[in-house]
């Protein structure tokens, strides 16, 4: 009796200490849930031949294969053409800036299917850049190109926003003290802003390359075949029913969790040997 | 040799304006002036950060205006140092060396000057987060002066310490200037540190010089009621010129007439420092400016104590402590104060 009344007074006083914590550890457990369950019961619970099956299937090999190297080109290209205009926003005022902000956000606001629509109007065979850019030999429907102007258009966002808090969070008089030790800008942007602002511009192409691997909608307008693996979870389950489409999913799932939580625990690493 | 010619400079809502003065070469000038005043601006426009939007900027005369910073020669030190924080102390000291692609041989040598100059050696694999301030401003310093510029910039580079750091690093200053006799421009909101360091003193406000000289000259003959009021003279009191006796001019406030050495004609204020404001028990024997007050307030100030007497007006004393130890001063009690005429400064 004495034990269990001590035991009531002290859980009863470490609610009252911790009421937020508890409350709050109670909330976020139900989104945990409500992320980990689905992808949890597609990868372990359903069926394992019908898994081991989709292992070996070339198309669904392939499929992923393709999406994984498009998303990562765009990546590259966004970070080449992104991180410029990241360091003019965070480092320069000019007139309408903040409509330049706004507009930046908007492919991740629109449906991803108007985007692709969009972009149709200007890229397809018989609008201005697809006719320039076919003129060349490039052609962006039933394209690698037109998977990759499609993930780049979504995409692209999430690593100008990064980049840009990461270059603000530079202490300006950094740059002006390598200035004034004799470094062109150039040498100030490549020596001191850019290795500051790395993890933020990092985690930005990361971010990049998980968005163009999930998107759907604007390829789909552009590009069906080849077929990335959105396109052909989405083709199998229209065509054959969830029992043909999960096998895919839970084999993309598992590969790109495998990717993320590698990059996680690198950009972790990082953080702490700072 | 610094000179600034009818410089004006824009940065966001802030201007500094029709700035003219200038710093000779190898002397320790310091600008002062309160937050605000433009002080970080008007020495990153020295260092080419800024455009100028109107004037010149000469270094060693030659016109610098329009020269980007890289070139200029001038190295800047920030309040907190801003070492770069992914480099080492090496790295960060050898940063201007390795920008120009100096050989791996000469850095080494540059690297020992520099070393036996400010005893940066055991710092050396040191990351910059690791350091305590004192270590910081040494490695900063370091770093601005291995490049061998012609001209160091100091913006506030004692605020951010400790009184114990604040000494040490004051003495690492004047030790620096004496040993490479660099012109130096060292921008404080302090006036007893622009007071012991500088050979020459700059009053900025709101973005104009408002008086140039000698230390002495800033502190003794304040220009103006704002400069005075900045360096704490304590006792300003409005009022105007209102007669002659001999060579004292007789000063009439609201209250008060106050004897005071001047060739001025006319003058707004008068200004007594409150150190040269002497406090007796018993009726001196002088006849000028000796006034009757009460003891309204006692401020430990530490070695000197600061006393408030109503007389009406209200002036401010300052005492070292032994003498007011001697005195056993407290609140309410009627004590005599004078000054002599030489030391009031007609503004």
């Known amino acids: ?274 | 040799m610094i000179e600034l010619k009818n410089v004006q400079v824009k940065v966001a809502d802030f201007s500094l304006q029709q700035i003219n003065f200038s710093v000779a070469k190898g002397t320790y000038t310091v600008i002062l002036g309160p937050t605000g005043a433009g002080k970080t601006v008007l020495l990153e426009s020295i260092a080419g950060l800024h455009a100028v939007h109107e004037g010149e900027v000469l270094l060693d005369g030659k016109d610098v205006t329009n020269t980007v910073p890289e070139a200029r020669g001038v190295s800047i030190v920030y309040q907190d140092y801003t070492l770069f924080p992914h480099l080492s102390v090496k790295e960060n000291i050898i940063f201007g060396l390795n920008v120009r692609h100096i050989s791996k041989s000469k850095i080494a040598e540059e690297l020992e000057w520099i070393c036996g100059i400010f005893d940066v050696e055991p710092l050396l694999n040191r990351q910059p987060a690791t350091l305590s301030g004192g270590e910081r401003q040494r490695a900063a310093l370091a770093r601005a002066l291995i490049t061998k510029p012609e001209i160091l910039l100091l913006d506030e580079p004692l605020s951010a310490l400790d009184a114990e750091s604040r000494e040490e690093m004051h003495k690492q200053l004047q030790d620096t200037h004496r040993k490479l006799n660099i012109t130096t421009l060292h921008v404080t909101h302090d006036f007893e540190e622009a007071m012991s360091l500088a050979d020459n003193i700059a009053v900025l406000n709101q973005g104009k010089i408002v008086q140039v000289g000698k230390p002495a000259d800033i502190f003794y003959r304040p220009a103006s009621d704002f400069v005075a009021r900045f360096t704490m003279a304590r006792n300003i009191f409005a009022g105007k010129i209102n007669g002659q006796v001999r060579n004292e001019k007789i000063f009439q406030t609201d209250s008060l007439e106050i004897c005071a050495v001047s060739e001025k004609k006319t003058a707004q204020y008068a200004v007594i420092r409150a150190e040269m404001v002497n406090l007796t028990a018993e009726q001196p024997v002088s006849q000028a400016n000796v006034f009757r007050g009460t003891v309204k307030s006692i401020t430990d100030k530490g070695a000197n104590i600061l006393i408030t007497l109503d007389c009406p007006p209200q002036f401010e004393c300052q005492v070292p402590r032994q003498q007011f130890e001697k005195m056993m001063l407290s609140t309410g009690q009627q004590v005599y104060l004078s000054f002599l005429p030489k030391a009031v400064h007609l503004i």
């Open chain 1, 1 to 274: 009796m004495e034990v269990w009344r001590k035991f009531a007074r002290t859980a009863g006083s470490y609610f009252k200490r911790h009421r937020l914590l508890i409350v709050f550890s109670v909330f976020s457990l139900v989104i945990l849930l409500f992320i980990l369950i689905p992808l949890f019961k597609m990868v372990f619970l359903s069926n394992k031949e019908a898994i081991w099956q989709a292992v070996r299937d070339t198309t669904v090999l392939e499929s992923i294969w393709l999406t994984l190297y498009a998303a990562l080109i765009t990546a590259a290209i966004g970070f080449v053409l992104g991180v410029p205009l990241a360091y003019i926003l965070a480092r320069h005022n000019f007139p309408l800036k903040g409509v330049v902000e706004g507009l930046i956000d908007l492919p991740i606001v629109v449906p991803h299917t108007a985007a692709g629509i969009a972009l149709l109007f200007v890229f397809g065979r018989n609008y201005l850049l697809g006719k320039w850019f076919n003129a060349i030999g490039i052609n962006f429907v039933d394209s690698l190109a037109g998977i990759i102007i499609a993930m780049l258009f979504v995409s692209v966002p999430f690593l100008i926003n990064s980049a840009k808090d990461g270059f603000r969070k530079v202490d300006v008089r950094l740059e002006n003290v390598a200035r004034t030790l004799g470094a062109s800008p150039w040498q100030v942007f490549r020596r001191v802003t850019f290795p500051l602002a790395r993890r933020s511009i990092f985690t930005g192409t990361l971010m990049m390359w998980a968005r163009g691997i999930s998107e759907f909608g604007a390829v789909i307008i552009l590009t069906y075949f080849p077929m990335v693996t959105s396109i052909l979870i989405y083709q199998r389950f229209e065509s054959y029913g969830l029992t043909q489409a999960v096998p895919v999913a839970a084999i993309l799932v598992v590969v790109c969790a495998l990717i993320f939580i590698g990059f996680r625990y690198i950009l972790q690493r990082e953080k702490k040997r700072d």
